[in-house]
C-alpha cells in the first residue's frame, strides 16, 4: 500500500528560526513528490521534485528529492508569522496523489 | 489562473439528510477528485473521474457517491448523512495527462448533526 509519512506532524518556532520539514514515502510507479502550503483554505502548490539531488527554490523556500532513500525535505529559513500554515506533502504514483498527514508549522513573532 | 469553486464554504446538516456537495473548475481539466480532510489523519480521497460520466473509487468510497454530467462539475452526494462525515471536503482538478499539480477548491466544512 502507498505510503507518505511527514516529520514532525507540529513545530512551533520563533520568527527567524530556520525549519526543516520532513516526507518519506513508500510508492508504486513513482512519478513525482509534491509540496503544498495551506493556511485556511485551499492547499496552494509549492514544488513539485521528480528528480533526485536537484533543489528546487523559491525564496526563502527550497526542496530536494533523494529517490534513492525514498524522501523530501522542505527547508524554511528566516521563518516569518506568515508562514504559519499546514505543510502538506503527496507522492503521485501511477493515478492519483497520496497525501500525508500534514505538518503544522506555527512562527511566532 | 485556474479556478476550483466549491458551492458552499459551511454546511450543517442533520442525521439521515441527502447531501450534495458542488465544485466547477473552469480550466476544461479532465480529471476531477474529492478529498475529506481531518485532523490527524490528512488528505484522503474519496472518488476521482477521469472524464464525463466516468469515476473510480479511492481510498474511502464507503457513504458516498459522486455525479459527473458535465465536464466542469463533480458533485459528491452524502446519501444518508451521519455524524462520522462532519469534516472538511476539498475539490481538485487537473489536466487529463497529469494527475500531480492539483489545483483544489477552497473547501466546504460540513458538520453533521
Known amino acids: 500500500e502507498d505510503k507518505v509519512v511527514q516529520s514532525p506532524l507540529s513545530l512551533v518556532v520563533h520568527e527567524g528560526d530556520t525549519v526543516t520539514l520532513n516526507c518519506s514515502y513508500e510508492v508504486t510507479n513513482f512519478r513525482s513528490l509534491l509540496w503544498y502550503k495551506q493556511e485556511k483554505k485551499a492547499p496552494t502548490f509549492l514544488f513539485m521534485l521528480t528528480s533526485s539531488g536537484i533543489e528546487k527554490k523559491s525564496g526563502r523556500l527550497s526542496s530536494i528529492l533523494d529517490k534513492k532513500e525514498l524522501f523530501s525535505i522542505l527547508n524554511i529559513t528566516a521563518t516569518q508569522t506568515g508562514d504559519s500554515a499546514i505543510y502538506l506533502c503527496?507522492?503521485?504514483?501511477?493515478?492519483?496523489?497520496?497525501f500525508g498527514k500534514g505538518m503544522k508549522l506555527t512562527v511566532n513573532p | 489562473d485556474v479556478k476550483v469553486t466549491q458551492s458552499s464554504r459551511y454546511l450543517v446538516k442533520r442525521t439521515g439528510e441527502k447531501v450534495f456537495l458542488e465544485c466547477v473548475q473552469d480550466?476544461?481539466?479532465?480529471?476531477m477528485f474529492w478529498y475529506r480532510q481531518d485532523p490527524g489523519l490528512g488528505l484522503r480521497l474519496i472518488y476521482f473521474s477521469y472524464d464525463v460520466k466516468m469515476k473510480e473509487k479511492g481510498d474511502i468510497p464507503e457513504g458516498y457517491s459522486v455525479s459527473r454530467e458535465k465536464k466542469e462539475r463533480f458533485s459528491l452526494i452524502l446519501e444518508s448523512a451521519s455524524t462520522n462525515q462532519t469534516s472538511m471536503y476539498l475539490c481538485a482538478s487537473t489536466p487529463h495527462d497529469r494527475a500531480d499539480i492539483q489545483y483544489f477548491g477552497a473547501g466546504t466544512r460540513l458538520s453533521v448533526l
Open positions: 503527496a507522492v503521485c504514483g501511477s493515478e492519483k496523489l497520496v
Open positions: 480550466m476544461d481539466h479532465e480529471n
